[in-house]
């Protein structure tokens, strides 16, 4: 079992181990629902940085369910990841001034394929915030996701067309008991975070660098074929 693995099975057992803080499915093999959730994504609406941020990019999992519907009710422009990116416009747009329908409920998965509007990522404006999704974090900002690597992927290509740059705020959402005292492993293509909302308190993470681009030696054949987006990124980069 790899270090990032063996983390993540440790907030997973942690999480469902406590019945005040499990959420039904469970935790294991997801980016953990929890009690308090909304208290979090509370303190993470509070901070000056989420009140300026005009776009946003959000991940589609439910612990942030309440912070993708609170984003829409506040007036912002948020480009929600289709899952596993496996359109071939593998974003959609939610703006309350297109729904017809209530921000939570356009805020679901189902609800954003439903009444978002699908984009390409050519499509996409500048971004102001990124939301992610996390299994295991510490104060430095190094996070460990599920470990499918999409929000990796979604960063690198955002980056590369420039939608995504240094200025670009990235927060995310956890329990506290997913927030460890102790360093965490990372690779050349992972991203730290900025911002570590809780239910109880906000984390303010030190600068570090962050990935250029696509880093083409971490992605292997399959995955590049999985995702019409890199797939397209990849023959435009071997024909240039």
Known sequence: MSDKQRLRELVWGRIDADPAVRRAPGAVGRIPNYVGAEAAAERLTALPEWQRARVLKMNPDSPQLALRARAIDDGKLVYMAVPKLTSEQPFVRLEKSRLSVPALEAASIDGAAR??????????EAIDLIVCGTVAVNAAGIRIGKGGGYADIEYALLSE???????TLIATTVHDLQ???QPLPETPHDFRVDRIATPTRVLVCPPAPRPRGILWDHLDAAKIASIPALARARAHSTST
């Open 115 to 124: 009444h978002g509007t699908p984009l390409s990522l050519e499509a996409m």
């Open 161 to 167: 067309l420039g939608r995504v740059t240094a200025e």
């Open 179 to 181: 927030l460890l005292d």
